[in-house]
């Protein structure tokens, strides 16, 4: 989440109070779903951390939808910004236990080389 | 005063109403977890993600401070700490990554120490293979050249024995070849000058010799019949045995290779009674001893 939205969020409420009106928020919903879709892409679903995150964020999103058509749109602004923080932690776990995987990879690799390497080593 | 009264009360009321709002655990979760992160890996790895989760915590505490336990402190202190959680997370990731690229770097370079150790220790072989070879080969002339002379050495061998053959007796006994020479054929009575014609017999003995193994040793020995003073005798056969020596020198046996000694009447071959017998007791013998 960028700086730029926090301080949108953090001066939506006087807008609200000026304007008696809170927007709907087509960007938030568009950045949330985003991010679940891209947790999903990079394998969320086959991390259990990163799938309980990701099911989150769509239980947010739906119930950001429903606020929206209830016309509480300041409801569901604050659902988006929790669903998209979970989205993104999806990502980032599913992309943590990417990088664990590569690197255990590159282990055992490591360790069948260097036992090729050793000499007397049975190939 | 009453108007003040109640006054008063509704301030007290008011007061008691944004009195300490009780901290939301979201709120509480996010400054907890954020504390964790920004001391872990992502304060150094991943300062982004963390000033992005500390100015999100900073919206929620905002929040808190203007709203007390509000909807909004409690959505915004959730995503603070998802936040703070996924810089975490991001951090561990690139933790790893790096850590991947040093195994495979030192992988690599396992590798590289390893075939170029190889290498070296092919060329290394290589040239000792190449070596051994041509030391192999040398050899190999060499033996073939070794087994040839010997062979012609041999067959020389074998021609001059065949030639000694007929006017010496050879034997092959313990103490080596022994090739007899009648006194009568080498020298006149009581001398010990050679006889023109037994310069030439000499001469394929010379011959034979030198074609023999040329680390054998030589003994030229003489011996006499019993007849006449011993000391003659043994001094005669002193001479005799000398004089065949030095001429076989002087045929090109190597002066090192042979010696001459004179035994007199004390080894005799045949009875000192007899004519015949005397006959065979003056005698030359080379005894050709073979490297032990």
Known sequence: ?123 | MKALSTLGLIMAVASAGCGAATLPPELASARSVYDRASHGPAATLNPTDLHTAKESLDAAEHSFKEEGNSQVTRDLGYAAERQAETAESRARAMQAVAEKEQIIAGMHAATETQAKASAAGLVQANQQLASKDQALQVQGVALQTEVQRRKEAEKRAAQAAADIAKFASIKQETRGMVITLSGSVLFTSGKSDLLPAAQLKLNDVAKALTEQDPESTMVVEGHTDSQGAAAFNQDLSQRRAQTVRDYLVSRGVASDRISAEGFGPTRTIGDNATAEGRANNRRVEIVVKPKT
């Open chain 1, 1 to 123: 989440m960028s700086k730029r939205s926090i301080l949108l969020l953090a001066a939506m409420p006087l807008a609200w109070a000026c304007a008696k009106s809170w927007p709907e928020p087509k960007q938030p919903m568009a950045d949330a779903e985003s991010a679940a879709r891209s947790a999903r892409e990079v394998g969320a679903d086959a991390q259990p951390a990163a799938k309980l995150k990701v099911n989150l964020a769509d239980e947010q999103i739906a119930e950001a939808k429903a606020s929206i058509a209830k016309g509480d749109n300041e409801r569901a602004t604050y659902l988006l910004v929790r669903a998209r923080a979970d989205a993104e932690l999806a990502l980032a776990l599913a992309h943590e236990q990417n990088a664990l995987n590569d690197k255990q990879k590159a282990i055992e690799q490591s360790n069948l080389t260097l036992e090729a390497n050793t000499p007397g080593a049975t190939p």
